[in-house]
């Protein structure tokens, strides 16, 4: 984010002219450990748990490229629930694409891939604005037959990837 030319006190004995906020991880976790300040994480990393997924998704005469991306989609889903069990991915999880042209090329592939894998939970693929009228419920358990909607939709429909988990194609 950007701002204008201030004075700010960043640590208690330094004073900065911030012209640019920017959030080098690491450097932020070496200084708070040198002021004898900790940080825990859940899954006990320093930093996000980002993960990448590198494939090849050409098109087949017989297969559309979405079918790959979705079958790709689907193992880094299975990923977030081996490494979460028990948590109910509704309204947690947000798929973002680049735009809408894609969305319509994927979602049919992927609500497909969906069902196919996770044949004991109920997955549906909603847009933003749905997911964002959603308030009720957010925080419930997964039961058994419940609907857990993913949000799927364009990085341009999205504001601040407020999601738990965000997977971006």
Do not use: C, W
């Not at 004073?15 to 920017?22: I, T």
């Not at 050409?58 to 977030?80: N, W």
């Not at 735009?99 to 969906?114: G, H």
């Amino acid at each position: 984010s950007e701002a204008r030319a201030r004075q700010y006190v960043v640590f208690p004995d330094e004073a900065a002219s911030l012209l640019r906020v920017s959030r080098p991880l690491q450097q932020l976790l070496q200084r708070m450990t040198q002021d004898k300040l900790s940080t825990q994480s859940y899954h006990g990393s320093t930093g996000p748990p980002l993960r990448s997924y590198v494939f090849g998704a050409t098109a087949a005469a017989d297969r559309p490229a979405a079918y790959a991306y979705a079958e790709q989609l689907v193992l880094a889903i299975a990923e977030l629930v081996a490494s979460f069990p028990g948590l109910s991915l509704h309204n947690r999880l947000a798929i973002v694409v680049p735009d809408a042209a894609f969305a319509r090329a994927l979602r049919a592939p992927l609500a497909e891939a969906l069902r196919g894998r996770f044949a004991g939970r109920r997955f549906e693929l909603v847009d933003a604005r749905r997911a964002a009228a959603a308030v009720l419920g957010a925080g419930r358990k997964r039961g058994a037959g419940a609907v857990e909607m993913l949000v799927f939709d364009t990085i341009a429909a999205l504001d601040g990837l407020e999601r738990l988990m965000v997977v971006a194609v």
